[in-house]
């Protein structure tokens, strides 16, 4: 008969935080943590006891104070009057939006490239090729600044719109594009809710009709799903889909009495409509353009990575090149795509902050620019700048993470 | 990456800033060298010349305090900031002195602890227009987009003024004077707003300088001078007198030419105190004797660092105006060497 003994169980002794392979790498490590703690705990002393040597202090107060300058594209009401923190805000909103509008059009130029760069046709292969080189191998500062400058000296001022034989004119009419931005005819509403029928709530019904119509097209071709699997015939969903799309917000848009506002030029500038400006549009087109080379790649090796037997598969079975690449190479490949996609998301919501160099108002050229140089809380304004950028940047990982678990293979 | 920087500067500064608690000035001779806070290039202010060389109006203010000090003039290391970097260099003790067309405020001044000793240049914020604007008044601006140079005390001038002539504008805020300058001849804005010395410098540089004009109004006082750390009143006293030195000398007759033989030679008392061959006055400053006159010999008087930088002889061609001596209406005077 034989009797499992247990191991020698010797006491612990402090020899083996050391010596025992079970507890180095926990004591290594430890070591690491303190001396670290140490490092950031000196540093923060040192920065403390300098500034109260200096009779300097740590005060978020001016915060509170009127910020005392304008700012040229704000999203909520802002004047010279408001208080710094509503400029910081200001520039958080300047910056999501540019970062919004730049993490789209980034993405669909990135999926074209990439895909495009694996087309059989030599001269769109070589030209994407092309594309993503110029691009990506420029720094995207050089390229804002060019795109601002092209931009400033190509499209003409306002004042070529004067006169009776101005050297330029609208387009229908209706959109003027001059070196300070580009002016559409603005929507409002004259019997919506709000003062003078314009307040936001006729946005958020606008925007809560879009919703439901988009829940109930999927509904609409779920249940055509299910009677397809049932009964082998899918019932034409096309008519009832684009009524579901059209008519509630078209009912909606005329009860409020949308109007268009058109522009036109007024003293030096172009009055009414919407105006898009020009740092923006520069800032947008170059973020776009440049991250987007990046994502070309990054398409192009998801693409690649998914093996050429499947495509061959998938031929075999008699799909088309167009359903392939839809519903067998994407499919498979966006698993590869997403992580690195998201990696260049934070890159655009970092690179915008840039926006200075072409007098955009972000969260940088407010709160880290003007109002640090006026107040002279430098480090106040930086700690905030920084905590900013980490939160979003958290956030933004914290989306695209939930959609890459949804697309990521499934393991049952 | 600014953000870096200035973390980074903080940082280094933090660790460094032992010594800066001591006074500046003893810091300043155990060292050999001043330490010179100055613009990343504005011509005529603050500039390296063609060998490297920093040369300006500002610049010559350095030099003068570290001839005093050191009695060297070329004893000076120059700390290029920016409009963001130049008050935590300053405060962090990276720099002894800051000269840097820095205007002198009242928040600046009580808020952020610093001392400004004096004013090497008045200046005033002023608009530029193009002529065929047809535009003769600020007040006619209504509307109008205007490019500014950020990072300055302009910004909250022009909204002061706006709001109170109850017109509007659109600000287009340019992180540099050179990039403002593109914006503005393109078109992309309608007006320029900076310095009044400013737009009389970035004018002369246009290929036809005639087709702008500068508007009549002066919307700001803009009172420019170095500053030092609140507290060190000893340093501040001898960067402020090495001001005052220069002005004075002016007002003396002392230039360049003569400080070497005027002090022995003249029967006023005052330039005999001044130069140091009559009186204590380095000795209660601790500094030596003649300190006035090594400020004095490295570019001369007031005057002449004037008329060298940014004066009507050269490209910038800035007339004295209020900074003319008292004697002549202006406004630069300094207070009586005895």
């Known amino acids: ?412 | 990456m600014k953000k870096t920087a200035i973390f980074g500067a903080l940082t280094i500064a933090g660790l460094a800033a032992g010594a800066a608690a001591a006074g500046t000035l003893d810091d300043v001779k155990a060292r050999g060298k001043l330490n010179c806070g100055v613009t990343t290039g504005l011509v005529g202010f603050a500039a390296p010349d063609a060998n490297g060389k920093w040369e300006g109006f500002d610049v010559a203010v350095c030099r003068a305090v570290a001839a005093a000090v050191l009695g060297d003039g070329d004893a000076v290391e120059f700390v290029p900031t920016t409009g963001k970097t130049r008050f935590t260099a300053l405060a962090s003790g990276e720099i002894d002195v800051l000269a840097r067309n820095t205007t002198w405020t009242f928040s600046r001044d009580v808020d952020l602890k610093f001392n400004f000793i004096g004013v090497n240049y008045y200046d005033g914020q002023g608009f530029m227009v193009p002529k065929a604007l047809g535009v003769s008044s600020a007040k006619d601006l209504d509307g109008a987009t205007v490019c500014i140079q950020t990072g300055t005390t302009t910004e909250l001038n022009l909204a002061d003024f706006f709001r109170t002539n109850n017109i509007s504008y659109e600000p287009v805020p340019i992180e540099t004077n050179a990039e403002a300058q593109q914006q503005y001849l393109a078109g992309a804005c309608d007006v320029y707003t900076t310095d009044a010395s400013g737009l009389a410098a970035t004018r002369a540089t246009f290929e036809t300088p005639g087709d702008h004009i500068l508007l009549p109004e002066i919307i700001s006082k803009e009172p420019l001078g170095p500053l030092v750390r609140h507290g060190d009143d000893e340093w501040g006293d001898v960067v402020a007198w090495t001001l005052y030195a220069l002005i004075a000398a002016e007002e003396l007759g002392v230039t360049s030419a003569n400080v070497a033989e005027i002090g022995t030679s003249t029967n006023n008392p005052e330039i005999k105190r001044l130069l140091g061959t009559e009186g204590t006055l380095g000795e209660m400053m601790g500094v030596d004797a003649d300190w006035a006159a090594k400020a004095i010999a490295v570019g001369g008087n007031y005057g002449e660092i004037f008329a060298k930088n940014i004066g009507e002889e050269t490209p910038i061609g800035l007339a004295r105006g209020l900074n003319a001596q008292w004697t002549n209406g202006g406004l630069i005077y300094a207070p009586p060497f005895r």
């Open chain 1, 1 to 412: 008969m034989t009797t499992l003994t247990d191991p020698p169980k010797g006491a612990f002794r402090p020899s083996m935080l050391l010596y025992d392979s079970r507890y180095r790498s926990l004591t290594l490590q430890a070591i690491a943590a303190i001396v670290l703690a140490c490092c950031f705990l000196y540093l923060y002393s040192n920065l403390a006891a300098n500034l109260r040597a200096a009779g300097l202090n740590i005060s978020y107060d001016f915060l509170g104070n009127p910020a005392g300058y304008d700012i040229n594209q704000t999203l909520i009401d802002y004047t010279s009057q408001s208080t710094n923190w509503r400029a910081a805000v200001v520039g958080i909103l300047n910056t999501l939006l540019v970062a919004f509008l730049a993490c789209i059009t980034a993405t669909v130029f990135g999926v074209l490239a990439g895909v495009l760069r694996l087309s059989p046709n030599w001269l769109v292969r070589k030209l994407m090729a092309f594309y993503v080189e110029i691009f990506r191998n420029i720094p995207v500062l050089i390229w804002i600044i060019i795109i601002f400058t092209i931009m400033t000296a190509v499209l003409p001022s306002p004042s070529a719109f004067r006169g009776e034989n101005a050297s330029s004119s609208m387009l229908f009419d209706a959109v003027a594009m001059t070196n300070r931005g580009v002016y559409v005819p603005g929507p409002y509403f004259t019997r919506g809710f709000g003062a003078e029928g314009n307040g936001a709530l006729n946005w958020l019904l606008v925007i809560a009709v879009l919703v439901g119509s988009l829940i109930a097209t999927r509904m609409v071709t779920a249940s055509a799903d299910a009677k397809q699997a049932a009964t082998g015939v899918r019932p034409k969903t096309l008519w009832l889909n684009l009524g579901i799309w059209f008519v509630p917000i078209i009912v909606v848009l005329f009860a409020l009495g949308l109007t268009w506002d058109y522009p036109a030029l007024k003293g030096f500038n172009f009055q009414g409509g919407l105006k898009i400006g020009g740092p923006l549009i520069a800032l947008w087109f170059a973020l776009s353009i440049y991250t987007g080379a990046f994502i070309a790649e990054n398409v192009r090796a998801g693409i690649q990575a998914v093996s050429k037997g499947q495509t061959e598969a998938a031929a075999a079975l008699g799909l088309r090149p167009r359903r392939i690449m839809g519903l067998v190479v994407l499919p498979q490949a966006l698993r590869v795509i997403i992580p690195p996609l998201i990696s260049q998301y934070l890159n655009i919501t970092k690179n915008s902050s840039l926006a200075i160099a072409v007098g955009y108002a972000d969260i940088t050229a407010t709160l880290g620019g003007i109002t640090l140089n006026q107040t002279g809380r430098a480090i106040e304004c930086v700690l905030l700048l920084m905590l900013f950028y980490l939160i979003i940047s958290l956030l933004i990982s914290a989306f695209m993470n939930v959609y890459n678990n949804a697309m990521k293979l499934k393991e049952r």
